[in-house]
Nanobody
Framework: QVQLVESGGGLVQPGGSLRLSCAGS????????IGWFRQAPGNRREGVAC????????YYADSVKGRFTISRDSAKNSVYLQMNNLKPEDASVYYC?????????????????WGKGTQVTVSS
């Protein structure tokens, strides 16, 4: 059974940092494109950062460029999202997802397996 489990969310002050983890079971994360998405109430899931399967090409939403970094840890079968200089508008539920067929787009429409999400709250 394929599972993706997110962790690392929490409450942080503006300007602070968090590192989210996405641990895979039932699949080898290196063999999949992995994306981090976030969803505010009433909105579609937004692609925040994605990393491709083939060549580790990364994509970042404009709103997080220079602040967030996506990376893989093959030994731990995990993918991380390092989030620095967090802003109140970054507050959301963050999900990781895996795509079976790489189409080169960081969009929820193309991702097949999803975790249940982890809450990030940015507030003073």
């Amino acid at each position: 059974q394929v599972q993706l489990v997110e962790s690392g969310g929490g409450l942080v002050q503006p300007g602070g940092s968090l590192r989210l983890s996405c641990a895979g079971s039932g699949l080898t994360t290196d063999y999949y494109g992995i994306g981090w998405f976030r969803q505010a109430p009433g909105n579609r899931r937004e692609g925040v950062a994605c990393i491709s399967r083939r060549d580790a090409t990364t994509y970042y939403a404009d709103s997080v460029k220079g602040r967030f970094t996506i990376s893989r840890d093959s030994a731990k079968n995990s993918v991380y999202l390092q989030m620095n200089n967090l802003k109140p508008e970054d507050a959301s539920v963050y999900y990781c997802a895996a795509e079976v067929v790489s189409v080169g787009r960081c969009s929820e429409d193309f991702y097949d397996y999803w975790g249940k999400g982890t809450q990030v709250t940015v507030s003073s």
